[in-house]
């Protein structure tokens, strides 16, 4: 299978996220401010497993489309699914490794939390927005 410039574009900054995700997660954390919102980093950990799980989405699907013209509805959930399943077992990693390998960072389940609720939004807003393209091209 050739790739395309696209397809091997996405997967690199799907590689540099993930690689910039598990430096953030293991570095020693940097106290910049001080926000009047309380528990605002678990806002940024749903907000960073969101756009992790969305890019492995699409580089999936951009993956498999390569391959194929249709993606059949079963393929579709295979691939979300399964990629929502590795990014939750992914950030659960992280907290256990951030409590293994680091003596500066505890593992923390709402983090844990946070990171699945992020994942999951990830595949509802994926389902959402493939539902809404394929009743656009059937329209048109």
Known sequence: MRLSLGHKSLFVIA???????????????????????????????????????????????????????????????????????IAILYGVLMEILQGTITSYRTPDVWDILANSTGSVLALIACLLYINKSKMLKSRF
């Open 15 to 85: 590689i540099l996220y993930t690689t910039a995700l598990t430096l953030g997660s293991l570095m020693r954390p940097i106290h910049i401010v001080e926000t009047p919102i309380s528990n605002i980093d678990k806002l940024l950990h749903a907000g960073a497993y969101f756009g992790l799980t969305v890019i492995w989405i699409f580089w999936m699907l951009y993956k498999r489309s390569n391959n194929t013209k249709v993606i059949s509805s079963k393929t579709l959930w295979q691939i979300v699914i399964g990629v929502v399943v």
